[in-house]
């Protein structure tokens, strides 16, 4: 069992900035495969980002390439998506997940078997 904690979210105006994190209470956190997805209200859940365990490979929705950035720090046990120019459509709730073994495909959720329990990013026009 991996216990993920969200943290980060709130409201801000297009155009803006937030930084989510997602901590993890476990020491192998190093060892697993890890992302980042978001729902809108009335729409399914979808992809945003992933991560590799060594960080060295990262993935992106085509929506969010060029404006999120995701990273991790295995010595703290921490993931972040650094959201910059955010829109309005990017407003969601956004949950980590974590995968103990490489993932074959990053991009879909249930490749993942630990979710945090989200935390919402509201953007104004």
């Known amino acids: 069992q991996v216990d993920l904690v969200e943290s980060g979210g709130g409201l801000v105006q297009a155009g803006g900035s937030l930084r989510l994190d997602c901590a993890a209470a476990?020491?192998?956190?190093?060892?697993?495969?890890m992302g980042w997805f978001r729902q809108a209200p009335g729409k399914e859940r979808e992809f945003v980002a992933a991560?590799?365990?060594?960080?060295?490979?990262?993935y992106y929705a085509d929506s969010v390439k060029g404006r999120f950035t995701i990273s991790r720090d295995n010595a703290k046990n921490t993931m972040s998506l650094q959201m910059n120019s955010l829109k309005p459509e990017d407003t969601a709730v956004y949950y980590c997940a974590a995968e103990p073994k490489p993932y074959a495909d990053p991009r879909a959720g249930n490749e993942y078997s630990y979710w945090g329990q989200g935390t919402q990013v509201t953007v104004s026009s």
């Open positions: 476990r020491r192998t956190f190093s060892t697993y495969s």
């Open positions: 991560i590799t365990w060594s960080g060295s490979v990262t």
